[in-house]
Structures are given as C-alpha cells and as structure tokens.
C-alpha cells in the first residue's frame, strides 16, 4: 500500500527477532502509551523505534517518495534499457536576468 519499513543492515537480525516476538496485546499497549504521551516502557518496542525507519510514498519530499521515484526509473531502465542521452533544461546564460 506504499508503505514499508527498513532496518539498517546489521540491525536486521535483531529487529527481525523483534518482530516475530510481538504480539497483538503489546501493540495495542504500545499504541495507548503513544497516545497518552507517556514515555515507552516495553524495551522491544523501544528498541524497533530506535532500529526502524517508515517509509511512506505517499508523503511528498519525503524519504519514500524520493525512494519511489528512483524504483520507478530503476524499472524504466531495466525495462527499455539505458537512455541513449539526456537533456537538461537549463536558463540561457547570456539572456536570463537570475543568472
């Protein structure tokens, strides 16, 4: 649905136990003490916030989309191949008053 979750490289075995620990009731707990703004007591879910970062496309400039962007040229390469040039929209230098 265009959201995901990534872990850095030597984090991914312990946020990987982490996950398959969790259970529905630490969740919803974890959920309730965010709301109330009460600091988080449970050291799993403390350490999955500190090892994970969401990423969202659907928020624009942020991380994910810059990530969904550069998936869609990726497959657009891989699909149709390397471009064979570029073209790069620039101000005239002799007759542009900013430059």
Not at 52 to 78: A, T
Not at 90 to 97: A, E, G, I
Request: glycine letters at 6%; proline letters at 5%.
């Amino acid at each position: 649905l265009g959201n995901s979750l990534q872990a850095r490289r030597e984090d991914w075995a312990r946020v990987q136990e982490d996950l398959l620990g969790l259970s529905s009731d630490t969740i919803k707990q974890a959920a309730e003490q965010m709301k109330a703004g009460v600091p988080m007591r449970d050291p799993i879910i403390v350490r999955l916030m500190e090892n994970l970062r969401l990423i969202s496309s659907f928020n624009p400039e942020s991380f994910g989309q810059k990530l969904s962007m550069r998936h869609e040229i990726l497959g657009q390469i891989s699909r149709w191949g390397i471009p064979a040039w570029w073209v790069t929209i620039n101000p005239s230098d002799l007759r542009n008053s900013i430059v």
